[in-house]
């Protein structure tokens, strides 16, 4: 099976998957205790009408299974098909409409985009700190062995994995923020807008001051998964070094810095790769936290407020979202293992 076939299967298989997300999660946005509507007036100016008013607008007053099928988009394919009380407007999910937004009265998607580039700056700034860090300081606990520099990256790793990020956000704001005061906690800059808008003389300054307020929060994020990775990364190199064509090619004289870089690294990435594919996804998770602690408008926060406020739509736009990546994140990954290794093939038995 090649590439394209392979990727069109995964495609594939990824559609019920996706239903499946969109179904657990329109049910537990649903029972879940509360209104909505509570949220949107106060007590002062609560009247039957207006109440009715705005179910009506949001679809509340519809039954539950009808509410899903306009959710999914299914109404507007039983109103072209002229079944009465169905949409007559392409809306839903199948035609990439995720709803409007109760609380904040605007279109989910628009509210995603303008929440998504501070993510994916912590986020992808957070992964980049990661591997820069894990990746050589696993290759070099595995060549020492047993040896100071081996203790002292488990020991580090072990601080890692069992220390949460929040945690860790809240420790640097103190001693880098509160007590020597020399980095910023918080009032993220974008690199994306103009220098003026900050009053900064130029684009270098305002660079400058985009690494200086991300530094911490790409800390505190990363450094769960800096501990992961380079678990792994030790653990993998470990097992390639003891293996028989290591052996080989020593007994044939080859330089331990070919066998490293040529023999050893290569096939020891798959288990990284694996790693890093699943945990950059699942990684948003942890920015929910890591911009809630650093006040960083991104969509971390606008998860945490539609959670607050019952947001149905846009708490099932942002779920429904994540959830795509994710599943994409694990084709990506699938892929990547037969460029690293040729003996992987596309889904082919043997």
């Given at each position: 099976?090649?590439?394209?076939k392979?990727?069109i299967y995964?495609?594939?298989?990824?559609?019920?998957?996706m239903?499946?997300?969109?179904?657990?999660?329109?049910?537990?946005?649903?029972l879940?205790?509360?209104?909505?509507?509570?949220y949107?007036?106060?007590?002062?100016?609560?009247?039957e009408?207006l109440?009715?008013a705005?179910?009506?607008?949001?679809?509340l007053?519809?039954p539950?299974?009808?509410?899903?099928?306009?959710?999914i988009?299914?109404?507007?394919?039983?109103?072209?098909?002229?079944i009465?009380g169905?949409?007559?407007a392409?809306?839903?999910?199948?035609?990439?409409?995720l709803?409007l937004?109760m609380?904040?009265?605007r279109?989910?998607?628009?509210?995603?985009?303008?929440?998504?580039?501070?993510?994916?700056?912590?986020v992808?700034?957070?992964?980049?700190?990661?591997?820069?860090?894990?990746?050589?300081?696993?290759?070099?606990?595995?060549?020492?062995?047993?040896?100071?520099?081996?203790?002292?990256?488990?020991i580090?790793a072990?601080?890692?994995?069992?220390?949460?990020?929040?945690?860790?956000?809240i420790?640097?704001?103190?001693?880098?923020?509160?007590?020597?005061?020399?980095?910023?906690?918080?009032?993220?800059?974008?690199?994306?807008r103009?220098?003026?808008?900050?009053?900064?003389?130029?684009?270098?300054?305002l660079?400058?001051?985009?690494?200086?307020?991300?530094?911490?929060?790409?800390?505190?994020?990363?450094?769960?998964q800096?501990?992961?990775?380079m678990?792994?990364?030790?653990?993998s190199?470990?097992?390639?070094?003891?293996?028989?064509?290591?052996?080989?090619?020593?007994a044939?004289g080859?330089?331990?810095?070919?066998?490293?870089?040529?023999?050893?690294f290569?096939?020891?990435?798959?288990?990284?790769?694996?790693?890093?594919?699943?945990?950059?996804t699942t990684?948003?998770?942890?920015?929910?936290l890591?911009?809630?602690v650093?006040?960083?408008?991104?969509?971390?926060?606008?998860?945490?407020?539609s959670?607050?406020?019952?947001?149905?739509?846009?708490?099932?736009?942002?779920t429904?979202?994540?959830?795509?990546?994710?599943?994409?994140?694990?084709?990506?990954t699938?892929?990547?293992?037969a460029?690293i290794?040729p003996?992987?093939?596309?889904?082919?038995e043997?």
């Amino acid at each position: 099976m090649g590439l394209l076939k392979y990727t069109i299967y995964r495609l594939l298989q990824a559609i019920p998957v996706m239903f499946g997300i969109a179904v657990i999660s329109f049910l537990l946005v649903n029972l879940s205790p509360g209104d909505p509507v509570d949220y949107m007036i106060s007590e002062q100016l609560a009247s039957e009408e207006l109440i009715a008013a705005i179910e009506a607008r949001y679809g509340l007053d519809e039954p539950l299974w009808k509410q899903f099928l306009n959710y999914i988009g299914f109404s507007w394919f039983l109103g072209l098909l002229g079944i009465p009380g169905f949409a007559d407007a392409p809306t839903g999910l199948l035609q990439g409409d995720l709803g409007l937004s109760m609380y904040y009265e605007r279109p989910v998607s628009e509210l995603m985009l303008t929440r998504t580039p501070p993510t994916l700056m912590l986020v992808l700034s957070a992964y980049a700190f990661a591997l820069v860090c894990a990746i050589p300081l696993g290759v070099i606990a595995a060549k020492r062995r047993n040896e100071p520099t081996d203790h002292v990256s488990r020991i580090v790793a072990l601080f890692g994995v069992s220390t949460p990020s929040f945690w860790i956000g809240i420790m640097l704001i103190i001693i880098f923020g509160v007590w020597f005061g020399v980095l910023p906690t918080g009032r993220m800059v974008y690199p994306w807008r103009d220098p003026v808008f900050y009053g900064y003389d130029g684009h270098l300054e305002l660079w400058y001051q985009t690494a200086r307020h991300l530094f911490l929060p790409m800390v505190a994020l990363g450094t769960l998964q800096m501990a992961v990775i380079m678990r792994v990364e030790r653990s993998s190199m470990i097992e390639s070094l003891q293996s028989e064509y290591v052996r080989l090619a020593r007994a044939y004289g080859v330089s331990e810095r070919t066998i490293m870089r040529k023999h050893a690294f290569r096939p020891s990435q798959l288990p990284v790769i694996t790693l890093i594919g699943l945990n950059l996804t699942t990684s948003l998770g942890g920015a929910v936290l890591t911009e809630t602690v650093f006040s960083i408008n991104g969509m971390g926060r606008l998860i945490v407020q539609s959670i607050q406020t019952l947001d149905y739509q846009l708490i099932l736009g942002t779920t429904v979202v994540l959830g795509f990546i994710f599943v994409i994140g694990v084709i990506i990954t699938d892929i990547a293992y037969a460029y690293i290794d040729p003996r992987v093939s596309y889904g082919e038995e043997h």
